[in-house]
T-cell receptor
Framework: GNSVTQMEGPVTLSEEAFLTINCTYT??????LFWYVQYPGEGLQLLLK?????DKGSNKGFEATYRKETTSFHLEKGSVQVSDSAVYFC??????????FGAGTTVTVRA | SAVISQKPSRDICQRGTSLTIQCQVD?????MFWYRQQPGQSLTLIAT?????????ESGFVIDKFPISRPNLTFSTLTVSNMSPEDSSIYLC????????????FGPGTRLTVT
């Protein structure tokens, strides 16, 4: 079956630091890959997506590249802000559209 | 995209009772899903609710415990039956829209506490 393994947190960073959250997956076929974000007190939001190998998803300064050879979809941001403090979830879906989520990584950015 | 609302936003219930959660979408969608997020955990899919057919449940979830209705293309309900403290979770509905492949949008969630 499909599964997602995500870097465990929590992660604490200073403002303007570089952020990487590792995500690897196991899936049959060719899944679509996503990063969702959950800000404190808010609902789950789609941050970025990639639907085929070598695609790069990007949004709000975050990027992730779909690497089929390493079955990875690592999230990166070059310079984080306090407002990036949130829980980040890596997820995948196949043709049935069902989402499988990673465990989530809590990121705290200090001023 | 889609705007999704859920009612109630939160509730505290006694064990043995049932709670029905409503999910309303601002546009017609074919596919709706119900997820559970237990405290400090990730999201787990409960079931897929497509209009005009029975809900399809994931392993570990059964219809008697989590009956689902999907009367039209903009609305669904999830009932948590005969609740126990282990049912304390956030319950979220999501929809698959026609815009973009495999994109899903989530409701704000219903925070349930069972005492």
């Amino acid at each position: 079956g499909n599964s997602v393994t995500q870097m465990e947190g929590p992660v604490t960073l200073s403002e303007e630091a570089f952020l990487t959250i590792n995500c690897t997956y196991t899936a049959t076929g060719y899944p679509s890959l996503f990063w969702y974000v959950q800000y404190p007190g808010e609902g789950l939001q789609l941050l970025l997506k990639a639907t085929k190998a070598d695609d790069k998803g990007s949004n709000k300064g975050f990027e992730a590249t779909y690497r089929k050879e390493t079955t990875s979809f690592h999230l990166e941001k070059g310079s984080v802000q306090v407002s990036d403090s949130a829980v980040y979830f890596c997820a995948l879906s196949g043709n049935d559209y069902k989402l499988s989520f990673g465990a989530g990584t809590t990121v705290t950015v200090r001023a | 995209s889609a705007v999704i609302s859920q009612k109630p936003s939160r509730d505290i219930c006694q064990r043995g009772t049932s709670l029905t959660i409503q999910c309303q979408v601002d546009s017609q969608v074919t596919m709706m899903f119900w997820y559970r997020q237990q405290p400090g955990q990730s999201l787990t899919l409960i079931a897929t609710a497509n209009q005009g057919s029975e809900a399809t449940y994931e392993s570990g979830f059964v219809i008697d415990k989590f009956p689902i209705s999907r009367p039209n293309l903009t609305f669904s309900t999830l009932t948590v039956s005969n609740m126990s403290p282990e049912d304390s979770s956030i319950y979220l509905c999501s929809v698959k829209t026609g815009g973009g492949p495999y994109e899903q949008y989530f409701g704000p969630g219903t925070r349930l506490t069972v005492t």
